[in-house]
């Protein structure tokens, strides 16, 4: 007699999936996420004076990279679902290293706007594609775990990013700074292509239990999923629903608080401490050390209650409170990092948990081009965040520019407790 889900579930799995699968994909996401925001402390180490760049260029400049990325958002879900995630990384990689290395050799800020645009498309396909493997590789009980770890290259990047960037910067240049990341990427290439599989039945080095496990679980949740009416629909059906629309929102105010934040942080803490590139590096390591924190503790809420909405929901409404307690606190300088630190705290706890909700509102089929939709659309709120703060910095204030994300952020607070009661897990049924 095979064994069903729940005898593996209560007798235990194998879950060498959490050592095979997780790292790769965690280090694949933390090198994009250093190519993404390294030219967050480029911009005041150098790289602003140099090229000739104001405030709203340089917003501009963060902020074009999600025009890119939007082309490939759809494609690369799909892709994942029936075709080949893996092979797709790895050219990736490559046209990362490529551009990284382009952008270290710039000499206008116009070839900056096209190479921050190219890098934009380069790294579009990534998140849809690696959130539809980690659904390939872990049931709905494990994936806001799972997905929160994925999600924590945010914070381990900015750990590593922020001193090394200061280092670099203080002892060669901003140049160096593209030219060091565009190599890593080509180390973590060769990683990526030797370790990672695209779903357990390509796995060669998985076990019997395990893969059987697998299997079975995730065959047994698409046939809930199958079983009702709005989460049969294709694509472009979903693209018809309320819901659909409503997780676009949530995301698009989201992403323009968190790159809001993440690309205006060194400056802010340069003006607000008159560090220099080495101090604001340092100091910028606490707020990332906090979103791991943060990123475990909400996520393993939401996994162990089934509740997914409120634990989106919370993480976003503090990290507008410490948006906002940032500027209010300025004429105490430690509180006022304290605050920045809070907003680190709160910045990715939201993002496991959410992008754990499209699989139970669509199928296998539709989910993978539906994550690439809401992360395409939504991500324009990285666009919007950067650039927004540039303007209001060179027309107002740093102040209005700050108060601004806090706003956004509240906002995506509050639609995704509008979200449906079914984004919740069934609740477990009492031993």
């Not at 590593?160 to 200061?166: H, K, Q, V, Y």
């Not at 976003?316 to 809070?342: R, T």
């Not at 706003?407 to 607070?413: K, R």
Request: hydrophobic fraction near 50%.
């Amino acid at each position: 007699m095979s064994l069903t889900s729940t005898a593996l579930t209560r007798e235990g799995v194998p879950s060498l999936r959490w050592l095979r699968i997780i790292p790769p994909i965690l280090i694949t996401c933390i090198i994009s996420y250093m190519d993404r925001v390294n030219i967050a402390f480029a911009m005041p180490g150098g790289m602003d004076a140099e090229l000739g760049i104001s405030a709203s260029m340089a917003g501009l400049a963060g902020g074009i990279f999600f025009i890119g990325y939007l082309f490939l958002q759809v494609p690369g879900g799909k892709l994942a679902v029936y075709g080949n995630g893996k092979r797709f990384i790895g050219w990736s990689l490559l046209a990362w290293a490529v551009i990284s290395i382009l952008t270290g050799l710039a000499t206008s800020q116009y070839q900056l706007l096209a190479l921050r645009f190219a890098l934009g498309v380069a790294e579009g396909g990534m998140l849809p594609v690696v959130l539809t493997m980690i659904g390939n590789w872990f049931p709905d009980k494990e994936r806001g775990r799972a997905n929160a770890i994925v999600i924590m290259f945010v914070p381990i990047a900015g750990i590593i990013t922020a001193p090394l960037s200061g280092w670099i910067i203080t002892n060669w240049d901003w140049r160096m700074l593209f030219f060091v990341e565009g190599v890593l990427s080509v180390f973590v290439m060769a990683l990526w292509l030797f370790t990672i599989s695209n779903r357990p039945q390509e796995a060669k080095w998985i076990s019997p239990a395990e893969k059987q496990y697998l299997i079975k679980t995730l065959h047994d949740e698409q046939l809930m999923i199958k079983g009702q009416n709005t989460r049969k629909a294709s694509l472009s059906r979903v693209m018809r629903e309320p819901v659909m629309w409503r997780l676009i929102l949530v995301n698009f105010f989201y992403q323009t608080g968190i790159y809001g934040y993440t690309l205006w942080l060194p400056t802010i803490l340069k003006g607000l401490t008159n560090g220099n590139a080495e101090k604001v590096g340092m100091l910028a390591i606490l707020p990332y050390v906090g979103a791991i924190f943060g990123m475990f503790l909400f996520s393993s809420l939401s996994d162990a209650s089934g509740r997914r909405k409120v634990f989106v929901a919370l993480p976003l409404a503090g990290f507008a409170l410490c948006m906002a307690l940032s500027v209010l606190l300025q004429a105490h300088v430690w509180w006022s990092y304290a605050a920045l630190v809070g907003c680190g705290v709160f910045i990715q706890s939201a993002a496991g948990v959410f992008w754990s909700i499209p699989p139970r509102l669509f199928n296998a089929e539709v989910a993978g081009g539906a994550r690439g939709l809401i992360n395409a659309l939504g991500n324009l709120g990285g666009f919007c965040g950067p650039y927004m703060v540039g303007v209001l910095i060179a027309e107002y204030s740093k102040d209005a520019g700050v108060y601004s994300l806090a706003i956004s952020l509240a906002i995506a607070s509050v639609l995704a407790l509008t979200l449906p009661a079914r984004c919740d897990s069934v609740k477990r049924e009492a031993a």
